[in-house]
């Protein structure tokens, strides 16, 4: 049976969010190849942040695992990284203390296989570079669950404010079980940049709901009713 999304007051936000503790991974990561270029993608970092926000504002302590060149607030605590390794080892390190963890980076997929030490020079002839495959961060820490509550964010190709066709909610709720997810943020590739989502929140608990195209912040607030209607059901 599919369950609507709840409203809670601040007050009850507050109730169930005190103290808790948000462990949110946000920003894109740098693969580098050598010292002065990298592989990277335009993640603004813009959706952990307003989740950051949002969490603190109800009583809870975010701490952020922050990819490269986002700003954060000096109110906001956060441990700087780099790359998709280093994110998948702080993320790891910090996750057994956390209630919460949600997985909002954009994490490159790929990483040169090998990083040269000096700069690399030009040339005539075509350049290949060898990718290897980094690490899946969300399904490896939520490999380690115990009683945290995960959150991803599933970025699929659909045309941007429109609801999710059916194929696309379902290859967002399979991400959801095959990275044993509680919740996932379902979002086409316009938001990664801008100040809106077009988020869809789907639950494990049977619940979802088509946010439209939203402030990062109002999609944040949502998330953490949504959290709490899971935490209470
Ligand atoms: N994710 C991750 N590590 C990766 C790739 C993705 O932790 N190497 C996380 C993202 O942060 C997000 C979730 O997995 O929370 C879903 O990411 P998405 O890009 O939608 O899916 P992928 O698993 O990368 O699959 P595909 O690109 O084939 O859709």
Redo the contacts with the bound molecule.
């Keep these: 049976m599919k369950k609507r999304l709840q409203f809670y007051s601040s007050l009850q936000l507050k109730k169930i969010f005190k103290n808790k503790k948000i462990l949110i991974?946000l920003g894109p990561t740098r693969e580098y190849l050598d010292p002065v270029r990298y592989i990277s993608n335009s993640s603004s970092g813009k959706m952990g942040l307003a989740l950051a926000k949002a969490f603190k504002n109800v009583g809870a302590i975010p701490l952020m695992v922050c990819g490269p060149g986002v700003w954060v607030p000096p109110n906001l605590k956060s441990v700087d990284v780099v790359s998709?390794l280093e994110m998948l080892e702080e993320s790891k390190k910090l996750f057994s203390d956390c209630d919460i963890f949600i997985?909002?980076?954009?994490?490159a997929?790929y990483r040169p296989l090998k990083i040269l030490k000096t700069k690399m020079v030009r040339g005539s002839h075509p350049l290949q570079i060898k990718l290897i495959p980094?690490?899946?961060?969300?399904?490896t820490v939520t490999a380690l669950k115990k009683h945290q509550f995960c959150v991803?964010?599933?970025?699929?190709d659909f045309p941007y404010s429109k609801p999710p066709a059916l194929k696309v909610l379902k290859r967002a709720r399979m991400?959801m079980i095959k990275?044993r997810c509680d919740l996932m943020v379902l979002n086409s590739a316009r938001s990664m940049e801008g100040e809106e989502i077009d988020a869809t929140l789907i639950s494990s608990k049977g619940f979802h709901k088509f946010l439209g195209p939203v402030s990062k912040d109002f999609c944040a607030k949502s998330i953490c009713q949504a959290i709490a209607q899971s935490l209470e059901l």
């Design positions: 991974t998709a997985c909002a980076a954009a994490i997929d980094n690490p899946d961060i969300l399904a991803g964010f599933a970025l699929e991400k990275k």
